[in-house]
């Protein structure tokens, strides 16, 4: 697979990753060469990834890049993917209920976890799934009204995404009318990894949503598109032919004229922001910009210019995780206990321990969940740092924890 030579997947967590840049149908220097045509963008380039990046999603089937292995979901459709975990959710309609059903991206077993009326969750832009807290928001409005000219009223239901019980935090929101390209409400919503907020794009504005207390918050801009910057804990936002920044409560920090067609995406391991800008000048030539940024800062790091297709402005990326965020530890006599936010789809991490500052004396291996408990820990000073990796190599440590065991 190129994408297994690119990547080096399955790399160990020593490996120093990069990020690959795919602009439409191309690879692009990323760090060295930024903008260089590296050739071909094999077809796994911009579709969705589960389990760290090993398993390339389509809308009927699952391939492993590892063993080049297909799975079929059929008659079932795929409407989201667990990023860290090797699953993805899959819609299997039925006369009077459908179900949705956890998919194993391994055995290829199916395990129902939801079931509703048969007309509702019409297409994968019904599901968000929230890795941080495992949790499906399943816009359940009916099928019936997805492709309709009108404003409309689409509701949004929470589930757990291992046991499929029903959570708090249903909210709803008005849908502009459908386009020619997807139905309403399918493609400007989105939830944060850690289920605390909801953003979606009504006729009147963007609403923001913290899930845990329904309170609501309006931005009077039309926006079109959202995205989430994972690193930064921000939302990007298409608004007509300007990209604008919200923190997570959805306050404005700033904006840019981008054009009537651009794209950006934010690496979690590097830091750095990609935006894509394609601007007609006349009929036979259009200027294709590239540009790189601090995501942080948002100074310009590179800019190039690419080959003019009559193709989209999109622009993909594959990456390593970013460093864990919010690594936490508790002592309760001699056991330990150990939590951390996922930054980046990291499918495994490590922790280093160090009886110094800087140091690093074990290096304990722990799976895809963002916790971790050890009993019968002896008594000592520790320093702790926690590292993410995927398919894609291992990511940056988090900030330095020191421990004291009494």
């Known amino acids: 697979m190129i994408v297994a030579a690119a990547l080096a997947l399955a790399a160990p967590m020593s490996v120093v990753a990069q990020d690959l840049l795919a602009a439409d149908d191309r690879i692009v220097g990323a760090i060295g ?52 975990r090797p699953r993805v959710f899959v819609r299997y309609p039925g006369a009077t209920v459908a179900t949705i059903a956890e998919f194993d991206a391994v055995t290829g077993a199916s395990r129902a976890l939801v079931t509703i009326d048969a007309t509702r969750v019409p297409s994968p832009g019904a599901l968000r799934y929230a890795e941080g807290v495992d949790r499906l928001y399943l816009d359940v409005s009916s099928e019936l009204f997805a492709r309709s000219t009108t404003s409309i009223v689409r509701d949004v239901r929470v589930f757990d995404g291992t ?102 995406v934010v690496s979690p391991h590097t830091g750095r922001l990609y935006v894509r800008r394609r601007t007609p000048l006349s009929r036979e030539f259009t200027l294709d910009d590239l540009r790189v940024f601090d ?66 004396d074990l290096s304990i291996p722990l799976g895809v969940e963002p916790h971790a408990s050890f009993s019968g820990v002896p008594p000592g000073r520790y320093y702790l740092r926690l590292r993410g990796g995927n398919e894609f190599g291992g990511g940056r440590a988090s900030d330095e924890l020191r421990l004291v065991v009494p």
Do not use: K
């Open 163 to 264: 046991t499929g019980a029903a959570l708090p935090g249903d909210f709803s929101f008005t849908a502009p009318p459908a386009t020619w390209s997807e139905p309403a409400g399918s493609g400007a919503w989105l939830v944060t990894p850690e289920g605390d907020y909801a953003y979606a794009a009504e006729t009147g504005g963007l609403v923001i949503i913290e899930l845990a207390t329904g309170t609501r918050r309006t931005l009077r801009e039309p926006v079109t598109a959202l995205r989430w910057d994972a690193l930064n804990e921000r939302v990007f936002a298409n608004v007509g032919a300007s990209l604008f920044v919200l923190n997570r409560r959805g306050d404005v920090l700033g904006s840019a004229a981008m054009g009537d067609c651009h794209a950006s």
């Open 33 to 84: 060469g930024f903008g260089a045509d590296l050739g071909p963008a094999p077809a796994e380039v911009g579709r969705p990834l589960a389990g760290g990046g090993r398993f390339s999603v389509t809308e009927s089937a699952i391939t492993d890049l590892r063993t080049g292995q297909v799975r079929l979901v059929e008659p079932g459709q795929v409407i989201g993917v667990d990023p860290v």
């Open 295 to 360: 995501s942080r800062t948002y100074q310009l790091i590179d800019r190039a210019f690419l080959p003019s297709r009559p193709v989209q402005c999109s622009v993909a990326l594959v990456t390593a995780p970013g460093p864990p965020r919010a690594f936490a530890a508790t002592v309760d006599r001699n056991t330990v206990s150990l939590s951390w936010q996922n930054v980046g789809a990291a499918s495994h991490f490590v922790l280093d321990v160090g009886l110094a500052p800087g140091r690093t």
